[in-house]
């Protein structure tokens, strides 16, 4: 190979890695993946257990990051770059919100599946822009208004879809309220999440306050629920599919979602990662034998595009945010 040779297929490699699009698809199959592992797991396994073992492959990304970074002095109260207690507050509040939604989405996982479950989860982009309109004076367009009625209408398509044929389990339906809790939970967090990073937070600083709160919620939580033998009685096969769930949606998902938006304008990557749910559905009748026929489909499909309006149309901020 000649030097001419060479250079055009570094020129081609580097071209490949800077397709935004190419990265926010690695983000929703990291997502969507990641609820397949985990619909799996808690098949076989206490749904209580699901949010502390998802979350130590973050807690790893977190401690790494802010290595990299070098960013522990934010959380140090004598140093300059120290965030402060309310700083560090706004962190811990979403931590034990989106642990309180897990125990929930995990259950939901267990009853109703993928299928049903991470459509209605995903709908946390709606509560996350009503919270943000009360807390953080955004304001709704019509067509955010538009997206909020498709993703409604969706999921309605998509729980009649289900009363025919044969659902998970025969309990399917307590999966819905289950979901709707998590994404409610999930949604108020993310303004959580927005108040610490505007009040001077490196990501990596909220990374970790946020998943240490997580994993301490979750600990308490099986301690209190009598069920913290059931981290050794959960065999191996349970606790990699848990372990591999949280790595997908914690590190691949995350880093596919936040390379996108270095290549692709905030639009193109929102529209691409509402994907999700059709992807975690699609995945989950290939490989987890769920049922889904075509009433199902049209109703995912409709949440699809209409988490995909709320998020490209997301309500636009005051100048005094």
Known sequence: MNQTEGTVLVQQRRSLVEVGELWALVGVLGYASANVFEAHAVKGADPLIGPLIRGIPSLVLAIVLMYRRNTFGQLQPHSPHYIGR????????????????LFTYFYALQLGGVAITIPVQQSFILWGALASWLYLGERFGAKSLLG??????????????????????????????LALFTAIAFGVSGVFWRLGQLHGADQSTGILVNTLASEVVALIGLMLAGRLSALWETSVQNWLALLAGGALSGIVGLYGMFTSLKYLSVTRAYALSSLTPLVAATLAFLFLGEQLNAQMVIGIIMVTVGVALVQIFKPTEKATA
């Open 86 to 101: 309310k700083g560090i507050i706004l962190f811990i509040v979403p931590g034990v919100l989106a642990t309180l939604g």
């Open 148 to 177: 909020v009625a498709l993703v409604v209408t969706g999921l309605v398509v998509l729980g009649l879809g289900r009363l025919t044929g044969t659902p998970v389990t025969g309990q399917w339906y307590y999966a819905i309220p």
